[in-house]
């Protein structure tokens, strides 16, 4: 039986309004059967699985050593072919190759630094949009793959795993539907800030 943890965090995607300041909360991503590339061994039945990264979703057990061969139902070429342009594939598909993780670890960063950003008031006006598209673009991505994995496969999966796809729609939802307060607050911010610069200036405290 497939063993999944999702944390209620989500993809260096964004936080939501519990995250730490300057920390982006991770989603978890399913991790491929034996049916697409994995940094695993294809056919070791699934263990306990990694926790949450940018796509957003359940992942697919790892295999758990010296137990017997299984095959996990869902097929990630399938999903690539549904799903080109998802960010699961750049992000989130499981990889050992070092150079994409340098990448992913780069992009990680520069997502974290923004976020740093926003939550100081420094961010520009363009800043604060382009990280707040990233979120939208983050959970919108992961509600695609989740319920493309439910509709193909839902039927194959164990109900805890169902379960926590299921999970992973409403919280990106709920995530979907905040985004325009917090992009209003960020602005809001960012404008009571600029005033405050602009008024000490004005009074002298810039020279």
Excluded: C
Excluded at 94 to 123: C, F, H, I, M
């Amino acid at each position: 039986m497939l063993l999944v943890l999702v944390l209620a965090g989500v993809f260096r995607t964004g936080p939501s309004t519990d995250d730490a300041p300057g920390q982006e909360p991770r989603a978890a991503l399913p991790e491929p059967g034996p049916s697409a590339p994995a940094p695993r061994t294809a056919s070791a039945s699934p263990g306990p699985a990694a926790v949450e990264t940018d796509a957003g979703v359940p992942p697919i057990a790892e295999a758990a050593p010296g137990t017997a061969p299984a095959r996990h139902p869902v097929d990630l070429e399938k999903l690539r072919a549904l799903l080109p342009d998802n960010l699961y594939w750049e992000m989130g598909v499981p990889t050992k190759d070092p150079e994409v993780l340098r990448k992913r670890d780069e992009e990680g960063r520069r997502w974290n630094e923004l976020y740093g950003k926003v939550q100081s008031n420094t961010a520009s006006e363009q800043e604060i949009h382009q990280y707040y598209e990233h979120r939208r673009k983050v959970s919108e991505d992961s509600i695609a793959f989740a319920s493309a994995v439910l509709e193909q496969y839902g039927t194959q999966l164990p109900e805890q795993e169902q379960g926590l796809y299921a999970l992973s729609i409403r919280m990106h939802r709920t995530r979907l539907e905040e985004l325009p307060g917090q992009i209003e607050a960020a602005l809001a911010r960012k404008s009571a800030q600029d005033q405050r610069r602009e008024a000490w200036r004005g009074g002298g405290g810039g020279n």
